[in-house]
Every structure is written in structure tokens, then in C-alpha cells.
């Protein structure tokens, strides 16, 4: 278990109580925020896999809070997208998967909307002048502007497991950009109260992180900060032996959603295609001619968050290379009613 600060016998720091902790039975409070995902770091809260226990992952907002005071990154005291964590599961090792389980995201009273000068799809015609807005939210919904009420759908936008030691010598992997084999900044809509993120485990104890809440997200991203929020995401952990993932997996009441990474945006496709195949064909036993006819009929892609897939150049650093694409599978094809 190299690069990894834990004795497996000691006891992790305690998780704080705070506000948005009720009825659960662990809360990590934003203090706990990184700014990788990285074995390097000593666990917020250790705990045993499978046994239902919720855990409450308060994120931060507060470098928006400053952006909107100040519209200057210059004057920023806070990092950008913070991840809240890690958690160490016992018994992960490579190879595992988690099955981490979104039961709710509580959110505070506001959430943000904010332009980057030289950052996402919209960055021309927006210009140079920092933008940002704060967005109340309420029992009505989010208010985006004096005539536009939205009902909230919460999701969380930063969610990973830290990567192998021998992939993590510059410290681990960023909370920004790009989206990675274990997850990261991937920005998908789906990853939401109701769903299960399955996250591929590349070292002993899988070092669970989460943070960036979004009140509510177009899909894609087009302003690359959506409207960000302040909340506490609660989840359950379970493990699951030998899954072998090579990319995140999302499951809802009605779909499996396959995570895509390369650059082009044609090897994405192509991979998080490969990835539903053997899934039909592999893990539920499906004819290989069955599995090509289904997928061409109804096996949807469509393009995920904006942060890309490789590495940016430093001189450029929120300008994403390759793309990070979703395949998405009905359920119910994998249960065909019986016909008499």
C-alpha cells in the first residue's frame, strides 16, 4: 500500500458535526476540502463497506462567494472545486469497484452563476469582463433571473477514488480538469439523488472524494460552472469484488450510463461503446449479434461535461483536450417481458 499515509490499525481523523448532518451517521464538513484525489492524504473518515451507513460530504462555494465580491482572481483566498474527503473503504483493492449511492443533496440558500474570462463553450461572447450572479434558492426553486424560476436538480459534479502511486507523482489528480479513470470533474447530470456512481479502485482503501454540487446543470456545461451551490451530498458506500472498470459507470432507475474518455471524441465514443458491449456480452451473457443489434437500436451517446479527458497545457489550463462522452442502456432491454 505505497504513498498511502494510514495504518491500517489506527483510527482516521474524526468527522465533524455542522450544519446539513442530520440523521446521518457520519458528516465530513467542508474543512476536510483537497484539492486532489490522492492516496498521499490522510483519510477524513474511515469505514466499512455494505453495512447502509450514510455519510454526509459538505462541499464549498466559497470561492464564488469571493469572485462575486470581488470579481478579481487575483483577490481569491479560496481554491477552485474542492473535493470534501477522503474516505478510506476497508477491503478495497485494486481491481474493486465502488458502488457509491446518492440518496439526497441538501442545499443551502443560493447557488452562482459566474463567467471566467477565457473559460468554456461561451467564453467569446462573453468577453473579458468577469460576469458572476448569485441565484436564491428556495422551496419555489432556483432563481436564475428576476423571471426564471427553475425547479433544483441537484447533482454532484466532482467525484472520484485517488489514482495508483505510480500514476499520482505529480500529487494526484486535479479536481478541475481533466476527468479521469477513477472519476474527477466530470460534470454529468446524472450523477444525481437516486443514482449509483461506480468508481474503479486503483489502491487499497480507494480514497473516496467528493465535492462541486450544482443546484441545477444543462447538460454540457456551456459556462463550465453551471449554477454552483453549497450543499452536503449523502451517500452510501458498497464494494464490489474484481468489477474491473476501466471507466466510471452510472446507474439510475432506468439506465446504465457508460463514461467514455479519449481524445479524439471519436475514441471516447468508441471506448464507452466497448465498454456497453461487454457488459452485454461479458458480465450478463448476451450473443455478440445480439448485443451489436441492440446497442445499434437503442444504445444513445451523448456529449458529458466539458473538462475533457487528457491533460491541459499548463499555459491553458481550462481549455479541455479530448472529450468525456455518456452511452446510455435501457434497463430494459435486459429484462424483456415474457409474451405468451
Known amino acids: 500500500m505505497s504513498a498511502v499515509n494510514l495504518d491500517p490499525a489506527a483510527d482516521p481523523a474524526p468527522a465533524s458535526a455542522g450544519p446539513g448532518s442530520a440523521g446521518l451517521d457520519h458528516f465530513l464538513g467542508k474543512a476536510h476540502g483537497k484539492f486532489a484525489f490522492s492516496a498521499d492524504e490522510t483519510p477524513a473518515l474511515r469505514i466499512t463497506p455494505g453495512t447502509g451507513e450514510l455519510i454526509g460530504f459538505e462541499t464549498s462555494d466559497e470561492v464564488y462567494r469571493q469572485l462575486h465580491e470581488h470579481r478579481d482572481m487575483a483577490k481569491l483566498t479560496a481554491g477552485i472545486n474542492p473535493v470534501t474527503g477522503p474516505v478510506y473503504v476497508d477491503g478495497a483493492e485494486p481491481g474493486d469497484a465502488l458502488a457509491v449511492t446518492i440518496h439526497e443533496i441538501r442545499l443551502t440558500d443560493c447557488g452562482w452563476s459566474v463567467s471566467l474570462p477565457g473559460t468554456g463553450a461561451l467564453q467569446h461572447v462573453m468577453g473579458e469582463e468577469m460576469f458572476t450572479r448569485r441565484v436564491p434558492i428556495d422551496a419555489a426553486g432556483a432563481h436564475v433571473t428576476d423571471r426564471h424560476v427553475f425547479e433544483t436538480r441537484p447533482m454532484i459534479g466532482c467525484i472520484g477514488t485517488a489514482p495508483a502511486a505510480t500514476v499520482a507523482a505529480s500529487g494526484g489528480n486535479s479536481t478541475v480538469m481533466p476527468a479521469y ?8 447530470t446524472d450523477c444525481r439523488p437516486g443514482s449509483v456512481v461506480y468508481l474503479p479502485v486503483m489502491v487499497a482503501g480507494a480514497y473516496l472524494s467528493i465535492g462541486d454540487i450544482h443546484a441545477i446543470m444543462a447538460e454540457g456545461e456551456s459556462s463550465f460552472v453551471a449554477i454552483e451551490a453549497e450543499g452536503t451530498a ?20 432506468d439506465e446504465w450510463i457508460f463514461v467514455g474518455l479519449g481524445d479524439p471524441v ?19 451473457g448476451w450473443d455478440r ?4 443489434a441492440v446497442m445499434s437500436a437503442v444504445g444513445h451517446t451523448r456529449l458529458g461535461g466539458p473538462t475533457g479527458s487528457e491533460s491541459p497545457d499548463p499555459l491553458h489550463p481550462f481549455t ?15 429484462w424483456p417481458p415474457v409474451t405468451e
Open 181 to 188: 479513470p477513477q472519476g474527477g470533474n466530470m460534470d454529468l
Open 234 to 253: 449523502v451517500v452510501s458506500v458498497d464494494l464490489v469484488r474484481g468489477m474491473g472498470l476501466r471507466a466510471p459507470r452510472v446507474e439510475t432507475e
Open 266 to 284: 471519436q475514441e471516447s465514443i468508441t471506448r464507452g461503446y466497448e465498454d456497453m458491449f461487454g457488459f452485454l456480452v461479458n458480465d450478463n
Open 289 to 292: 449479434g445480439d448485443a451489436y
Open 320 to 334: 479541455a483536450v479530448g472529450a468525456v462522452t455518456v452511452h446510455r442502456l435501457p434497463k430494459s432491454v435486459l
